[in-house]
Nanobody, 115 residues
Framework: QVQLEESGGGLVQPGGSLRLSCVASGFTFSSYTMSWYRQAPGKERELVAHITNTGAGRNYADSIKGRFTIYRDNTKNTVYLRMNSLKPEDTAVYYC????????WGQGTQVTVSS
């Protein structure tokens, strides 16, 4: 069974930074492209970024390009999302999953950007 545990969210002022982490288990992590998604209040879940199994390829949504960086450590079964220059519109619950996503989702981690 796929298990995903996100952490690292919090309250941050506009312009601030956070690093999210996601520890995965229940599958061969190094074989899968991994992704970060987010869901803002009243909106559908959206894909933020994904990274290929070796880390050689990355792709980002236009809304976060140049501000966020996805990376991974296959020795730790962990994928990260470094978020810089945060904006109020980045406020959401952030989730990781495989890409395409499995049916199993973690609890997510709340990111709130507010002054």
């Amino acid at each position: 069974q796929v298990q995903l545990e996100e952490s690292g969210g919090g309250l941050v002022q506009p312009g601030g930074s956070l690093r999210l982490s996601c520890v995965a288990s229940g599958f061969t992590f190094s074989s899968y492209t991994m992704s970060w998604y987010r869901q803002a209040p009243g909106k559908e879940r959206e894909l933020v970024a994904h990274i290929t199994n070796t880390g050689a390829g990355r792709n980002y949504a236009d809304s976060i390009k140049g501000r966020f960086t996805i990376y991974r450590d296959n020795t730790k079964n962990t994928v990260y999302l470094r978020m810089n220059s945060l904006k109020p519109e980045d406020t959401a619950v952030y989730y990781c999953n495989r890409y395409p996503p499995s049916a199993d989702w973690g609890q997510g981690t709340q990111v709130t950007v507010s002054s």
